[in-house]
């Protein structure tokens, strides 16, 4: 069952559409909009409180119409903060009823937050998830609009997991959740870090900035609460706080990885350590994915799930929509769609898929208005493992879809087979006119997403549906 509670009326909401008689108002100011030109449209849904910024500008009509309705003004330092805490209080702090799992990383947090869920389900543990795909509370189905929602909103949830007998959270963490104060005040019982790499220099000033967001996770724990990191990134495990324990094939990791076998029809993982155990999963496979099985299984154990039930939650975990999704065409090839959206994600599939056919095709683009210094980067990556490359329209946004081309095409050897073709739809089409039994044709960027953004518009479009629609 699909439910949209993101559009429902919250105590404390930072968007109108939550607002109704009695809730309270908290003015954002955002980047493309200033939540007090919002107010007098609160006020008339019936919020009796106003929380803005000290030093905030209010036009006289706003503050009139404050006053004649005799609503709550309050002046705050910081809006975002505020509204992750009074969000908590209106809800009664839910969050200190659960066992929040956060997960953090530049590449892997869906696959891993999703597996660890699946897991734990599967071990009879009440455990809900939150996400960058969707979010879900036993069968019901939230849809995501970021990958760590607004705090309103996460309250929100909290206290619907409180209300239905949950007692775990599986929870994606993104950098900008610590940097936006949207996961202010909770305090995780357990911390999964797992891996970092480019990404996000739309938002952060430098990389540094932005490892640093993402170490906060290990900052907001509680006391004694499992610590978990990628033993093989140097940066995260220089990083990795006292107490942490580690995943990997290095030497010396906790829990050492070990891939027995390969292939699209899934893997074989062997983890050793404090649990030993060798588990099959038939959805995922690659290098990539046996760090996502890896994290998923040592995080378990360290909940006190036994080995014989992670074996069986890994052994059937029926996969992530949009991660390494694969679809077989009338002609014989196979279609993969996958949400790879970074240089190394990117090097990730791409070497992965590689290995398993002579004739690799690759579609992609870049989001408009994201970190322009990684457009060539992918490029000369996907060129380096394709046997024909396809750029394509990607989220454009309000940029110009020509100069992301552009940006992409810089990194891209002028001896490639390259297809320029800006819509979508028929840059799958072209791919498939191209491919045979036995190629692969992989659609990068979008994984799970049912939309293209063109200008400010959201326009329906499946990937899914087009592949499935192919001969």
Known sequence: MTMNMTSGIYP???????????????????????GATFIAAAIEKGATRIVIERGAHLPDD????????HVELLEVENTRRALALLSAEAH???????????????????????????????????????????NQIGQTIIPAELTTAQPDFLHYFFARCVAEGITHVVME?????????????????????????HEH????????????????????????????????????????????????????????????????????????????LSAFCPTLFGHFNAYNIGAAVAMAHQFGIPAAQIADGVATFPGVRGRLERYKVPNGAICVIDYAHTPDSYRAVLSTL??????????????GRRDKFKRPIMGGIAADYADLVILTSDN????????????????????????????????????????????????????????????????????????????
């Open 12 to 34: 404390v909401a930072c968007h109108t559409k939550n607002i109704g008689p009695g809730s309270t108002f908290v003015a954002i100011r955002g980047v493309t909009a200033d």
């Open 62 to 69: 706003v503050r009139a119409t404050i006053a004649r309705h």
């Open 92 to 134: 009664g702090f839910p969050a200190k009823k659960l066992k929040i799992i956060g997960i953090t990383g530049t590449k892997g947090k869906t696959t891993t937050a999703f597996l660890l869920h699946h897991i734990l389900k599967q071990a009879g543990i009440s455990v809900a998830l939150l996400s960058t795909v969707h």
């Open 173 to 197: 963490v993104a950098a900008q959740a610590f940097s936006l104060s949207r996961v202010e005040g909770l305090e995780f019982s357990g911390a999964l870090f797992t891996n970092f790499s």
């Open 201 to 276: 220099l739309e938002f952060y000033k430098d990389m540094d900035e932005y490892f640093q967001a993402k170490c906060q996770l290990f900052v907001q724990m509680q006391k004694d609460a499992p610590m978990l990191f990628n033993a093989d990134d140097g940066r995260v495990a220089c990083a990795a706080p006292d107490g942490g324990q580690s995943f990997g094939f290095a030497p010396g990791a906790t829990f050492g990885l070990r891939v027995e076998q390969s292939s699209p029809d899934g893997m074989q993982v062997a983890v050793s350590g404090s649990l030993a």
């Open 354 to 367: 590689r290995e398993q056919t002579n004739h690799l095709i690759v579609i992609f683009g870049a989001g």
């Open 396 to 471: 454009p946004r309000d940029e110009d879809p020509d100069g992301i081309i552009r940006d992409i095409r810089a990194g891209i050897p002028e001896d490639a087979a390259l297809i320029i073709e800006q819509d979508r739809e028929k840059a799958i089409q072209i791919a498939y006119q191209k491919s045979h039994a036995g190629s692969i044709i992989v659609v990068l960027g979008k994984g799970p997403d049912e939309y293209q953004i063109v200008g400010t518009q959201k326009i329906p479009f499946s990937e899914k549906n087009i592949i499935q629609n192919l001969g």
